[in-house]
Structure formats: C-alpha cells, structure tokens
C-alpha cells in the first residue's frame, strides 16, 4: 500500500514540482521583462496568466497521462510478479496496461514463463521422487510384514521402533516406543549387544547369534542381532528371530528316540549272542538248562519285537506332529495340472487342503498323467480330492488298461524335476511320508495319492496395524520425566465404563479401552481393548449407556487380570483421560487386589481444557472436538475404546496449543492443571 | 483234496530258511522263490494257494506281483499274505488296496505269521 502511493505520489510531486517552477521562472522572466522594458503592467498580466494557466494543465494533464500509462502499469507489474513469486500462477501477466513500458512488461512474462516452467519441473522431479519413495516404502512394509521371521528394530535403550506380524506372534503384544525388554528375557540380550559392541569395535560386522526366551519363559527363539549406525554413530540395533521352541523340542524327542533304540537294541542282541554261544558252547547240554536257555533266548527277541514296534509307533507320532511343508488347496495343484496338460482332464469335488510341497505333488501327478496317456487307450481323465482315514486322498481316475505297480515304480525311479536335481518321485513320496498306488474301480482304474490333511489356512485378518514403525522415536533423555517434552512422551489415552459413578459405593469397571500416542501419531493397531468382568450385576441403565450387559462379561477375565494386562500396557507411558480422575479412581481402589500401583504419572484433557480456556463453560469431549475441529464418528462413542479414541484425538490437537501457551514440559502441564483444579473445586463449594 | 501248497517269496535267506521249514512244518507244500521274475514264473508253473509274499524283492517288487495275481482270472483265488520290514501304515494300506488278504510288519513272531496262514487257508478247507 505505502509503495504503491509512494510511487504514484512521488510522480503527483514530480508534476506538480515541474508547473511549479514552470510558474516562478515565468514570474520571474515577466518582472524582468516589465523592470527593464516598462510599460503597463496588465499585458504582463495576462500573458502571465494564460502561460501560467497554460503550463500548469499542461503538468497535470502530462502529469496524469504519466500516472495512468507509466505509475499504475509499474505498479500492477510489480504487483503481479510479486504474487507469482509466492504463488504458483499458471496465467501470463496482461501485457495491456504496460503497453507504454516498452519492453519491461514482455521481459516480466519471459520471467513469469520461466519460473511455471521450473515450477512445473520441480513438481515433476518431486512427483517421481515421491513415487520412487512410496514404492519403496510399499515394497519394505510388504516384506517386513509378511517375513515369516520375527523383526525388531530398537533404539539403544530397546525402545521398539518397528516391529512386523511375525515378531508380535512370538513375542504378544509389542508397541511402538515400548521396551522390547518388557517381551524378552533382558540378560541374554544385552550380553549379547555386549558381545556385538565388541565385535564392532574389533570391525567385525556380522550379526551376534543368541537364544533368547519369551519374558514369560515359555518360548525359545533362536535371534541375531546386528547393529545400526548411522554416520558412525550407533543409533540402535536390528533383532531377527524365529521360534526355536519346536525345533527344540523335535530335536530333543529325536535324541531320546535314537538313544531309546540304541539301547532298547544292544541290550537284547547282546543277550540272544551270548545265550547262542552258550548253547552251542555245550552240544551235549542237559535237557532242563537246553530248555531255560531257549526260553530265554525267546523271550530276548520277543521283547526286541516289542520295542521295535513301540519306537516305531513313536517315531511315527514324532514325524507326524513335525511336518515342515505349507497347506495348499487341493485346487491349487488340479489347475496347475490342467493347465499343463489341458487336453481329457477335469476336476470334480469340493476343494480340500493338505499339507505338502504343491510343486513336487504336481510335477509327480503330471508324471504320472503323461504317462498314463502314452497308452490312447485311456481316457476320461479325472481328478479329484477326498476324505480317506484321517487323510486327504488325492485321486485320479481314469477309463481304460489298469496302472501295473512295476510301471509307476519306473516313472517314479526317474528325477522329479531339473529344479530339484536328482530328487526322484520317490524321493518325493517318502518326503511326504506316503506311498501311491492304483486300483480297479467300478468304472476304470484308480490312481491313489493319500497326503496329511490339514484346516484351510486361518487366513490372516487385515491386520489393523498401519503404524508399525517409527524411525524418528525421539531420543533417550535421562533427565527426570518431569522436564521431558510433552511432544516426546509415550502417551496412553484410556477410558473405561462402569457399573455407575460411584467407585466408593461398589461400582465396577466392565470395559477397558486405550490406545497409545507416540511422537504425535494415534496407533490405533496397538489400542487396547478389554472387557471386564465386574463380578456383580450391571443396572440396565448403566447398560443403556454403553450397552454391556451381564451376558457379554460372563466369559471375560476380572479386573485383576485386565489391570494386570492393562498395567503392563502403561508400563513407560503418560495416562491420559477426559476426566482421569473418575477413571484414575476406579483403577486406584483396585491396585491391593491387582498387586500393582498405578503411579504413571496422569493428564486430564479437561483440566488441560480449563487451563487453556478459562472463560469456556462447556468441556464436554464433545465441545473440546468442535473446538479443536475433530470430527468424531458416533459409532464407537460410548464403548471404552471409542471414547478413549476420541480423547486422543483431542488430546492430540491440545498437545500443539499447550506448547503454544507455554506448556511444554509434562511438569508444567502436571501443575497447571493442578492449580485448575484446585480453582474448580473452589468454585463448586 | 491234496495238501494246500504255499508260494514263499523271500529274498532274505535267514528268515526264509526258518519260515519255509515251519509253515512246511504246519502241513502245507511249499516252496521258496527268491526273485521277483521267478516268483511270475513259479505262478505260471503251479499257482500256489497262498502266497507269502514280501514286498522288497529283486526285479519286481511285491506290491507289483500283488496286483498281477489280482488282474489274472486264473489266480484270483490265490491268497495272498503281504510282509515287509518298512513299517509305515501306508504300505499296509497300499498293501490291502492292491489286493493282499492280510498284512505284517517285520519283526513279527513265526506263531503269528503261521496263524494268519491257517486263518487264510482254513476258512476254504471248511467251505
């Protein structure tokens, strides 16, 4: 504004200074002229006054032809490059108005063009760096979540920073910022970061192997870890782990067996060698001693009988049990059959799952198949799958000349596939612990394949868990907690619903819900979610309100238990609630039985609230929301964890307007809203 | 009636030596084959009444000599009694589906395998 009447003033001066001066020189040359010539005055006069006039319209009118084609024309120029130097304006400047400027307004839309165009090639080089970087991370996120081993990135001090599915089925429910320790026997982790810190420092970069168990001590996994350092510096550490705890087990059951055999065998042999020497030492041995001898020689061999079988039996169940291959559908190797040899082959009958290796049971029936065909004679091809004992039958069924066992034995003798090397057909069937063979049937002949049955895979439920890694948690701080930043604590933002208000009079918890904030990101994934069974009735009009009633708690754990499990949730985190302190009431009642205190330190989002707007009356969650902008979806409110969410939501929100009035620190958040307490409860007495 | 005849088809001497003197001990005729193609051989020869066959043998295996029997009209009444030290409960299945009477697994005590004979045999004496 200043600039533009600036300009436009000091053209107004500029005229108005030249009629000026115009005006006095002609004053000036008219008293001369009339001092040194004479004469009357009043021709002086007049052409005094016409040229005067003259002059001055003729500065204004130049004076506004300059303001109009040169001021303004500068003036929209400059404000039209001004504002495509902060916006991105696709549209050339109108070259109309400078059309007196002479080359300046052409030279701004050379200008204009070039920065749209570097604009657009920036835009361009972000799009596909950003694309570059989302099919990265896509591609990362897909491996990490479905490898089949576990995977925990942590910081020095264990807090998890990514963990994928794998590594929260062995080791329960992980979370972002919680301490892995929490999950696993701290000591044989940290002698063996001990042992990777020395390995590093000997410039070894090989990954330290160790066996490490479940906190709970019921699993054993076999993991690795390797360091991470980012510019030389150490900034946390890689855990890779499968369960051992099977292996383990199957290994130990081996040993047994084959020690078991071992001596279940020498013993007897040795037995039955000494007692036939002994028969053989004496030809003429008495008929009584001949007799005991030989009794004893049998019952030798029929307790090796014995054992032979019972260790097969066992070594039978042993196997069974431990059958390393994957379940595939039935349906699965038919069509990879049929679309291999298209020509006479259908399928019929429901889909079945079994366990096997899908490519070598199809190369073998594709064998099989191929072979069967080089005799025209058979036809009718079909392939189906069914119940047969406790297994699943793979048959083939086929009109025409049977299959002699001599001839499959051959097809079967011959490598399965150039992948697998020299593994035959039979190889494959003694892998799979089974055997094939055909049989006449009403119609033709039958080619049987019996395979271990198995469930149709649990298919895995969409997992939830968007949030699964976090590289930027905010770094360890010794200081007290007090001091930390609001921004860089582990939040858990809870609710719970009851009985009814009164904890005091025997109101209990029914419902458990809270879902954690780290780093300014809600992770839903990781929310907890809980029923609790409050061990009396729940009045209908609790129910009204969250719609829990008597039935749906039957089966749930009681508070002991969910405070246990919540507890252990909270471990390291900041409680959060809208009101804590009823919530904070009914946790704190229970702490004798559950064994445990609740001494997190807590936040409440509606002495925050208060705190922030001391002239607001309404601090309702619902009020806080509109304020804050959220949008909180109906559906889930009035359940724990719904509730809980929306709080986090708010909470959120609030963190950033806390900062911004000179609450940063968890300790001052703490005593601002202590002080806000205190002053509500003033009022309400 | 003349004595009822046994075919045994064993290539192991040790247990063959013992098993063709006890069940030629319980009154059958019988005789020892050590080789798959002989055994086709005795077959066409003299078909036995019952066979005692083991599935491990040289040049053709038991399983394959089992189902010949069962696909040849003139040895379909010929009984047919599976061994072998392979012990999975498949061959027995396979075994029994190819068309032998009865199945045993090595070890098993000679009373055993001469009680399943009489079993097999018996039943037509009294037919």
Request: contains cysteine.
């Amino acid at each position: 504004m200043h600039e533009r009447l600036g300009l436009r003033t000091r053209f107004a001066l500029f005229f108005a200074a030249l009629a000026l001066g115009g005006l006095a020189i002609l004053i000036l040359g008219l008293w001369l002229g009339h001092a040194r010539a004479g004469g009357p005055t009043d021709g002086f006069v007049i052409a005094g006054a016409v040229a005067g006039f003259g002059l001055a319209g003729l500065a204004a009118w130049i004076g506004l032809l300059f303001d109009q084609n040169v001021a303004r024309p500068i003036l929209a120029l400059a404000a039209d490059l001004a504002t495509r130097a902060r916006a991105d304006i696709d549209v050339d400047i109108d070259e109309a108005p400078a059309r007196y400027l002479g080359a300046l307004a052409p030279a701004a839309n050379a200008i204009n063009d070039a920065l749209a165009e570097t604009r657009a090639a920036q835009d361009r080089a972000v799009a596909e760096k950003t694309a570059l970087l989302n099919r990265d991370k896509a591609m990362f996120e897909a491996l990490l979540r479905d490898l089949a081993e576990g995977v925990v990135v942590a910081t020095p001090d264990h807090r998890i920073m990514l963990y994928n599915r794998a590594a929260q089925g062995l080791l329960g429910d992980l979370g972002l910022d919680r301490r892995l320790t929490t999950f696993l026997r701290p000591e044989p982790l940290a002698h063996a970061l001990d042992r990777m810190g020395a390995r590093a420092a000997r410039g070894e970069i090989e990954a330290e192997r160790f066996l490490a168990a479940t906190a709970c001590g019921e699993r054993f996994l076999v993991a690795r870890v390797s360091p991470i350092a980012v510019n030389g510096s150490r900034v946390g550490y890689v855990m890779i782990f499968h369960d051992a705890t099977e292996d383990l087990d199957a290994h130990a059951e081996r040993d047994h067996l084959f020690n078991t055999l071992l001596e279940a065998i020498r013993r007897p042999t040795a037995a039955i060698g000494a007692l036939i020497d002994a028969i053989e030492a004496d030809p003429d041995l008495c008929t009584d001693r001949r007799t005991s001898l030989f009794r004893q020689l049998r019952r030798e061999q029929g307790a090796l009988v014995v054992k032979v079988h019972e260790i097969a039996e066992r070594h039978g169940t042993a196997t069974a049990r431990r059958w390393p291959m994957p379940a595939v559908a039935s349906d699965d190797i038919f069509d990879a059959l049929q679309a291999r040899l298209p020509e006479d082959l259908r399928v019929e009958g429901a889909r079945q799952f079994i366990r096997c290796d899908g490519f070598a049971i199809t190369e073998l029936l594709a064998r099989v198949i191929g072979g069967l065909r080089s005799d025209p004679a058979r036809c009718d091809f079909v392939l189906r799958a069914g119940a047969c004992d406790r297994e699943i039958c793979l048959m083939l069924d086929w009109k025409g000349p049977e299959l002699p066992d001599g001839q499959l034995d051959r097809w079967l003798a011959a490598p399965l596939s150039k992948g697998y090397g020299h593994y035959t057909g039979r190889d494959a069937l003694e892998g799979h612990g089974t055997e094939m063979w055909s049989e006449a049937t009403a119609t033709g002949n039958r080619l049987m394949l019996p395979l271990q049955a198995t469930r149709a895979p649990v298919l895995t439920p969409t997992d939830p868990r968007p949030e699964f890694y976090d590289f930027t948690l905010p770094q360890p701080v010794s200081d007290e907690i007090a001091e930390r930043p609001l921004s860089e604590l582990r939040f858990v933002v809870f609710d719970t619903e009851t009985t009814g208000l009164s904890p005091r009079a025997g109101d209990e918890i029914v419902q458990i819900g809270g879902v954690p904030i780290v780093n300014g990101r809600i992770l839903r994934g990781e929310a907890f979610d809980m029923l609790v069974n409050p061990g009396r009735h729940i009045p209908a009009a609790s129910t009204a309100v969250h719609g829990i009633d008597n039935a749906r708690v039957a089966a749930a754990p009681d508070i002991v238990e969910a405070g246990r499990r919540f507890h252990a949730y909270c471990e390291g985190a900041v409680l959060v609630a809208h009101n804590a302190a009823f919530d904070m009431a009914f946790l704190k009642l229970k702490e004798d039985r559950i064994g445990l205190r609740f001494d997190q330190p807590a936040l409440c989002t509606v002495l925050l609230a208060a705190a922030l707007y001391p002239d607001a009356d309404d601090l309702t969650l619902d009020a806080l929301a509109t304020r804050f902008g959220v949008t909180l979806t109906n559906e889930h409110r009035h359940t724990a964890l719904g509730d809980a969410l929306a709080t986090a939501e708010v909470f959120r929100h609030m963190l950033g307007v806390l900062e911004g009035a000179g609450i940063g620190t968890l300790g001052e958040a703490i005593s601002r809203s202590d002080r806000m307490h205190r002053i509500r409860k003033a009022q309400n007495y | 009636m003349g004595r009822k005849s046994v075919l045994l088809a064993e290539d192991e001497d040790g247990i063959a030596l013992a098993l063709e003197y006890l069940i030629a001990r319980e009154g059958y005729d019988t005789r020892r084959v050590a080789d798959g193609d002989l055994v086709l051989k005795a077959l066409e020869e003299a078909p036995p009444d019952l066979m005692v066959l083991d599935v491990m043998l040289p040049n053709r295996s038991g399983y394959e000599i089992c189902q010949m029997i069962r696909r040849t009209e003139r040895l379909k009444d010929v009984k047919v009694l599976m061994m072998t030290a392979r012990g999975g409960e498949v061959e027995r299945r396979k075994g029994l589906a190819l068309g032998a009477d009865a199945f045993l697994t090595k070890p098993f005590a000679t009373a055993d395998l001469t009680a399943q004979i009489r079993a097999l045999l018996g039943g037509e004496l009294d037919a």
